[in-house]
């Protein structure tokens, strides 16, 4: 479906020194053979991931890499754009002039990425993407979980847990990527026609640091908080350290998004946070459609991952699947 297997050892040679700057180790780390030397993979994958600052994000990395173990025929090289949308621009511009079988990308924002991704699509190079849209459809197959709908089920479950009414402060991730848009959207909807009461909002970009600083800001302004929404686990982290610095952390509840198993799982197991809805990081399937992709298989054009809630009395037992229509 496009594919197209590098032709020569210098092709792949600057594939692999395009890959050398700014990411996680994997087996692209050293230099290897051409292709087409006996015992060589088949395939290179480019994955350009938007930064590393994030848990989540390290996670997707490594569930992509510990897929691709057990698969010699592929290899993957793995790119940091470091939270530029530039210069993730310039990474897949990077793969497409160096020959890649088939990129992987998950974007920072969705419209500085739809541009190179559609010429890559154009190019004959088939590209997933993982977890943030573009704009359009000028790619392959889109992998992720539907974060309107888990948004949505935060909010219902929030509305659950408060009895309808309390001060909520939410702490949203990058509003100019869909993820963010999508778990402020589908939040609002879950709450609807309660008597909740959104008392602060503020973009903590994703970051811990950010939320941390945006909740003491909250703190400061408002001496009842109930709940704190945030669109990932670092960010109700985050938001659970201010309060505990100003030693309001027993009076308010903090929810979160991602339930890594090693983050949001142990807190809420620890009794830190009171909810974290999963969101799967895609690693594992965006390598198994791409051995499909490039094995000539047909794909679905959307992938959608299921998601759980884990809460103190679940998260021991695996969490709760979420019911999404």
Request: proline share 6%.
């Amino acid at each position: 479906m496009g594919a197209n297997i590098l032709g020569s050892a210098a092709l792949f040679g600057a594939l692999i020194a395009f890959g050398a700057c700014g990411r996680t180790p994997s087996s692209a780390e050293d230099p290897k053979p051409s292709p087409k030397a006996e015992g060589a993979p088949r395939w290179t994958i480019g994955m350009s991931q938007c930064n590393l600052g994030e848990p989540w994000r390290v996670q997707m990395n490594r569930d992509i890499e510990e897929a691709a173990k057990a698969h010699p025929e592929i290899r993957v090289v793995f790119k940091d754009a470091q939270n530029d949308s530039l210069r993730q621009r310039s990474q897949i511009e990077e793969y497409v002039e160096a020959g890649a079988d088939l990129i992987i990308v998950s974007p920072k924002e969705a419209a500085p990425l739809t541009a190179p991704v559609a010429a890559a699509h154009a190019a004959g190079i088939p590209v997933i993407v993982l977890d943030r849209r573009v704009l359009g459809d000028a790619f392959t197959c889109f992998i992720g979980a539907d974060n309107k709908r888990i948004g949505r089920a935060a909010g219902e479950w929030i509305v659950r847990r408060l009895g309808g009414k309390g001060k909520v402060v939410e702490l949203k991730g990058l509003m100019t990527s869909t993820p963010g848009q999508d778990r402020n959207s589908g939040f609002r909807e879950g709450i609807r026609g309660s008597a909740l009461e959104i008392v602060f909002e503020a973009d903590m970009k994703w970051l811990e640091p950010d939320a941390r600083r945006e909740m003491e800001s909250a703190l400061a302004r408002f001496p009842n908080i109930d709940l704190v929404y945030a669109h990932n686990d670092p960010g109700a982290h985050g938001a659970y350290l201010a309060a505990r610095a100003a030693g309001r952390e027993k009076k308010i509840l903090f929810v979160g998004i991602d339930g890594l198993p090693h983050e949001g799982q142990v807190y809420v197991r620890q009794g830190l946070l009171e909810a974290s809805f999963e969101y799967p990081t895609g690693g594992r399937e965006a390598v198994e459609t791409a051995l499909k992709i490039l094995s000539g298989e047909t794909i679905p054009k959307e992938i959608t991952l299921a998601s759980r809630v884990f809460t103190r009395e679940n998260a021991a037992s695996g969490g709760e699947w979420l019911k999404l229509p």
